[in-house]
């Protein structure tokens, strides 16, 4: 280790691996933009956009085409290299998180093993920590170059936001750690396919929402504060701060500010998944169809590969739809109880879950 | 295949481009932002070490939470307007400043000329940390066991400062109040 | 005097009260009869009583408009602008016949005043124009085509 000690059918796997998770991850964007524009009509007792393609389903497409060819305007009263550099600044994390996600198990081909994710770290959770508390620049950034009292207000209410619920969001994720005592993403997501209780003859799964359902609930709010959706959009907050952080983008750049919103949510999805909700471990259906396909040998191995993923793709999908639904369900918080719930309510309960996680560890009850 | 010297290349010239730049940018939150890409050249050369946990606190804790607060008070302060301008000092003052740069400039070569490099090698080389379970377990390890009471006590001392800051805070609010009051 | 609303412990609990939000949402997505109507297809049903564009009635091809200026005399809008002519047999007519939409207010006065049941309001509101245009004698007499 140290060294970057690889040879060349490595690099185009590792190369080929990144270059797959980035076009399923930007293929991903229009189509939640459709899933949220079409569930929000739902909900609404609405159609929804349902004209430009089947389903309305080219409709993004429609979209970022009036998006791009929009004229790309900086205002006169912006810092412009700053203001061209935010959107970019809050797009890149979002990509770099999902680096350290596991989608199946690794696999062994020829005496090398392949793993499913772009990079294996070992400090994978706090990796995914480290990155995602960047993606708070750009916003940081597109506030204060846009010289605009509204988006200025609109970044300093993100970051205080993104710094009270980052720590309640890590200090949830302690209690993970130390019931599978890694911080390897693809160990979690494995030890999470051991038995921990038997009902019968019914195995109960180690899943963590299982074993830690209050780090969970933590985590799940402080993964909604964290990317800025709705109930905690303050940073946006239309009713009084017109449009926050990106009130002065227009164009291609508001279209980035966009995707990195939805990249978020996705990658928020991915580590909800990863962490508490098994990975890539396959769920019943899926696993009664995978024995009764019956392969032996190296397809068996494929085709676990690609169930897998499936299973990992059916939860971060139903995540996905999930902050859709929570979106169009909960009104936004007000400032003062969006602090007092992160600071009086989260934090108190992460400490208690981590306790309380001890406790339970030392009594071998996990 | 070994391309980490060409990588550390790259890094180490960020670190020191972009750490002139702090220095010589006039806007601050342009210093700042420069400082941001300084850390992060920093958590790239330890990564390469293969000091992975090292490289995300860095990352973590600088880049992603104090940089953070302090691009938050330039913003806050909106300190736009250089306070200092070396240029338009009195002459004392720039020959001073020339002096203690000389002097300090002589320092760092004669420490770095003289000081046996490397001072000192523990006994955690990057294939004994991999072979004992990653640095994040040898480094937790060694926390929680040999070096438990520094741990400790640095623990205190920053929940000290906590209640110090707290503190503060809470008298200036009732101050505030007699002031009123009177 | 504020008063504080009382909560039981469930809502104190918010995740309660967030389920009971979520199940309200889907159900409407589910179940609820969706509101939306998709309009070059379906259409709004009116009223016979909608005013919508103007037309001139005629009996036997010849309008039934004897020119009287009832209409913009009443017209509060003043957007009727009627020039009088003779027929060969006396008959009064409209030689222009005008009406500037821009300004109508589709009040349904003229329809009201005028005595010869000639100028009308038709049901029809689909009056885009991609130019500012005055509705002339022509164009009136062929909206009634739309009645």
Known sequence: ?366 | MDISPSFFYLFAGFAVAFSLLVVFKKNPVASAFSLVIVFFAFAGIYALLGAHLIAALQILVYAGAIMVLFVFVIMLLNADTPSFDLGRSHWGLRLAAMILCLVAFGLFTWALKESPLPIFRGPFSPEQVDAAGGNTQVLSELMFSEYILPFELTSILLLGAMIGAVAIAKRKEAGNANRNAH | MLLKPQKSLTQKIYIVDIAKGLWITIKNMIFAKKVTIQYPEERRNYSDRFRGVHYIKATNGVENCTACMLCPTVCPAECIHIVAGERPDKEKYPVQFEIDVLRCCFCGMCEEACPKDAIKLSTVYEMSQSRREVYEKGFLLEQRGNK
Request: hydrophobic share 55%.
């Open chain 1, 1 to 366: 280790m140290g060294k970057l000690t690889m040879d060349t059918l490595g690099w185009c796997i590792l190369i080929g691996k990144a270059v797959g998770v980035i076009l399923v991850l930007v293929s991903s964007v229009p189509l939640m933009v459709w899933v949220e524009r079409r569930g929000s009509a739902l909900m609404q007792n609405r159609l929804g956009p349902n004209r430009v393609g089947p389903l309305g389903l080219i409709q993004p497409l429609a979209d970022s085409i009036k998006l791009i060819f929009k004229e790309d305007l900086i205002p006169g009263h912006v810092t412009a290299f700053y203001f061209v550099l935010a959107p970019l600044l809050s797009l890149i994390p979002a990509f770099m998180t999902f680096a350290v996600i596991p989608f199946a198990a690794p696999i062994l081909v020829e005496g090398r093993t392949i793993s499913f994710q772009v990079a294996d770290l070992n400090v994978g959770l706090l990796y995914i920590f480290a990155i995602a508390s960047l993606g708070v620049y750009g916003i940081i950034m597109a506030g204060w170059s846009s010289n605009n009292k509204y988006s200025l207000l609109g970044s300093l209410r993100s970051s205080s936001q993104m710094i009270s619920y980052e720590l309640s969001m890590g200090l949830s994720v302690i209690g993970i750690i130390m019931v599978f005592s890694s911080v390897r993403l693809g160990d979690i997501a494995a030890s999470q396919g051991e038995a921990w209780i038997y009902l019968g003859s019914l195995m109960i799964p180690k899943w963590g929402v299982l074993i830690q359902p209050l780090g969970f609930l933590i985590f799940l709010t402080a993964a909604f504060a964290e990317t800025n959706r709705l109930p905690f959009d303050l940073p946006e907050g239309e009713s009084e701060l017109v449009a926050g952080y990106h009130l002065e983008y227009g164009s291609m750049k508001f279209a980035i500010f966009m995707m990195a919103e939805y990249l978020n949510m996705t990658t928020a999805s991915g580590l909800m998944v990863s962490l508490y909700f098994g990975g890539w471990q396959m769920f019943w259906p899926l696993t009664w169809i995978f024995d009764a396909l019956g392969f032996t040998g190296m397809p068996h191995e494929w085709a676990r590969v690609v169930f897998q993923t499936a299973s990992f793709t059916i939860k971060v999908a139903a995540f996905l739809w999930f902050f859709v639904w929570v979106r169009w369900t909960l009104p936004r918080f007000r400032y003062d109880q969006l602090m007092n719930f992160g600071w009086k309510v989260m934090l108190p309960l992460s400490l208690a879950n981590i306790f309380l996680t001890g406790a339970l560890i030392y009594w071998k009850v996990i």
